[in-house]
Nanobody, 120 residues
Framework: QVQLVESGGGMVQPGGSLRLSCVAS????????MAWFRQAPGKEREFVAG????????YHTDPVKGRFFISRDNAKNTVYLQMNALKPEDTAVYYC?????????????WGQGTQVIVSS
């Protein structure tokens, strides 16, 4: 069974940085895409960034492009989200997600979430 455990959230002032980590277990990590989603209070969960099995061609959505950077270390079964120049609107619970076993581009496995609060 796939398990995802996030860490690295917290409270930071606007303009600050955080790095989220997600350690995966339960299957061959390097065969599947990984992603980060977030859910702000009162809003739906939204896709933030994704990376393929090899780490090449990471993708970031427009609200975070140039500030957030997704990466992975297959030797450590870990995916990261480096978040720079944080804004209050980045406040959300951030979730790590792993690609489905059978449906390419779909994410079936989720971590428990880690809270990020950006506030002065």
């Amino acid at each position: 069974q796939v398990q995802l455990v996030e860490s690295g959230g917290g409270m930071v002032q606007p303009g600050g940085s955080l790095r989220l980590s997600c350690v995966a277990s339960g299957r061959t990590f390097s065969r599947y895409a990984m992603a980060w989603f977030r859910q702000a209070p009162g809003k739906e969960r939204e896709f933030v960034a994704g990376v393929g099995w090899s780490g090449a061609n990471p993708y970031h959505t427009d609200p975070v492009k140039g500030r957030f950077f997704i990466s992975r270390d297959n030797a450590k079964n870990t995916v990261y989200l480096q978040m720079n120049a944080l804004k209050p609107e980045d406040t959300a619970v951030y979730y790590c997600a792993a690609e489905s076993d059978s449906r390419v581009g779909e994410f079936d496995y989720w971590g428990q979430g880690t809270q990020v609060i950006v506030s002065s």
